[in-house]
């Protein structure tokens, strides 16, 4: 791997990500959406795509503009409720959805970017994510064609073969597999030209395991700067993760999902009906 990882364009940057391949795409709802990678993706015209991502955009932002496309096949999220089209697609059999709790889908992937190939916890057990028969798929008429299977459990006092435990105290949890990716797509305040990343606040919470959890990694940075000039405590991804960047400039939209202002002072309340 060449220390300096630049390349000139977002098309360039994803030109070879085939037909079929998985992808692991950071962002927090609207917040650090890789978009110009996304959108040259669209353009490059890969479909049957895998995608694992926290949600899937909006309709006509983010994510949205691939399933919009029906590029995607199969989507792994946590929280999907702002996205009509995804709700169309998934309801009416077009569209696999697999439903993860948010923390788990952090912890998956970033344990497979850590070479974890599993790993107990708490999290959706006595529910369908642990039970199995959560629908993962419909038919054209409703009919749930293909659930989620039941997944191992086992019983657990944490820190049992260190300290004095209760016997009693003991618990189930839930065995969860990692996520490995073939590609991961992430967006960042910075970077040098070795791929070390600074995100900006919240868009730093599904990037880092996401860009983890790509076997190759493709970042879009506002700012591109020299090596050396990003201190090592600000570093949020250290560059050995990351396979290719591309410069995306500080001007790029940024859309707020949700906007709430305060009442003016001496403004009349609306009446909302």
Not at 27 to 38: A, C, E, M
Request: glycine share 10%; aromatic share 6%; charged share 25%.
């Amino acid at each position: 791997m060449a220390l300096d990882k630049t390349v000139a364009t977002p098309a360039e940057a994803v030109a070879d990500i085939p037909s079929g391949a998985s992808l692991a795409v950071g962002g927090f709802g609207l917040s650090g959406n890789p978009i110009q990678l996304v959108e040259a993706l669209l353009e490059q015209g890969a479909d049957d795509l895998s995608v694992v991502s926290n949600n899937c955009g909006v309709d006509g932002w983010g994510l949205g503009v691939l399933l919009s496309a029906q590029r995607i096949r199969k989507m792994t999220s946590s929280y999907v409720g702002e996205n009509k089209e995804f709700a169309r697609q998934y309801l009416e059999g077009e569209l696999e959805v697999e439903l993860v709790p948010q923390g788990t889908l952090a912890e998956k992937l970033r344990a497979g970017g850590s070479g974890i190939p599993a790993f107990y916890t708490r999290s959706g057990v006595g529910t369908q994510v642990a039970e199995g028969g959560l629908p993962m798929r419909y038919d054209a008429e409703g009919n749930v064609v293909k659930a989620s299977e039941a997944k191992p459990t086992g019983t657990f006092v944490l820190g049992e073969q260190y300290v004095s435990v209760d016997p009693a105290e003991r618990q189930v949890y839930v065995l969860e597999e990692s996520i490995v990716t073939d590609v991961a797509l992430v967006h960042a305040k910075k970077g040098d030209r070795h791929g070390n990343l600074v995100f900006n606040k919240a868009a730093r919470q599904f990037s880092v395991p996401a860009a983890m959890a790509g076997r190759v990694c493709i970042a879009q940075v506002e700012e591109l700067v020299e090596p050396g000039e990003i201190d090592p405590d600000e570093v949020h991804l250290p560059g050995v993760f990351v396979h290719r960047i591309v410069e995306v400039g500080t001007d790029i939209e940024k859309p707020i999902e949700k906007r709430t202002v305060r009442q003016a002072p001496g403004e009349a309340q609306e009446e909302t009906r």
